[in-house]
């Protein structure tokens, strides 16, 4: 009996995660600047995220008080060109060309260039919007590239739909897809974080997770301050 009650809880949990993108399928995340508030430790502090259509990709820019991130993606989430302004006169731009990850990093003092070889996987890089179309698709879990930001190196992650959930933001509660994204093979132990999307269009709501090999932090959705 403890056999075939395992069994059909598994069989329960698939379906019902297999099922949350249908509320998706119809839905585009609005345009607009999004206000998301970021606690570690005892720091907290707010970010601007802003979402742009345009005919041939959406831009995602990121910014806070020290650095602008600006990400232009496909409709299909795969990151097209990434750039990084860190506050103190340095840029780093990314770059893909089919398999071909370029990354260029210039400063005041200097400047270097390196060339990544991927395979057939895709490169994600803003989480906030490149896993939407991930959500809205029958896979249960997707590999895909990465930049690792503090070394600036292309790593494999893995995201995994978890389950459906009611999340209390700001006083309202919302309904939201779980996903887990951590490393993979051996080094899959060291890192992981959780992300929540809202399921009626799949915009980022809060993050869970580790920043570093020692820090975790939490980032939540305050408010929609411009746009639709």
Known sequence: ?????????????????SKLPAALMHSKIPEGVYRYQKMSGEEK????WTLRYYPEFAEIIVHD???TMINR??????????????GSGGTTIA??????????MQNSESSQEQTYQLDQR??????????????????QSISFWTIRQDKMKPVVLEATKQSFETLLLQGSEIEAIK???RLT??????????YWYRSLDGLFLKYEGMVSIQDRAEIELVEQIAGR
């Open 179 to 181: 996903v887990e994204v």
């Open 185 to 194: 093979g051996f080094f899959a132990p060291f890192w992981r974080g959780t």
């Open 45 to 48: 502090g707010d970010f601007l």
């Open 95 to 104: 770059r893909r060309s089919g398999n071909s990850l370029t990354v260029q």
């Open 1 to 17: 009996m403890k056999v075939y009650h395992f069994l059909f809880l598994t069989l329960l949990l698939f379906s019902t995660v």
């Open 73 to 86: 993606c496909e409709g299909d989430g795969k990151t097209l060109y990434w750039e990084v302004q860190d």
């Open 65 to 67: 008080q020290e650095t």
């Open 122 to 139: 895709p490169w994600f890089q803003p989480f906030s919007y490149s896993l939407r179309p991930f959500l809205i698709s029958e896979a």
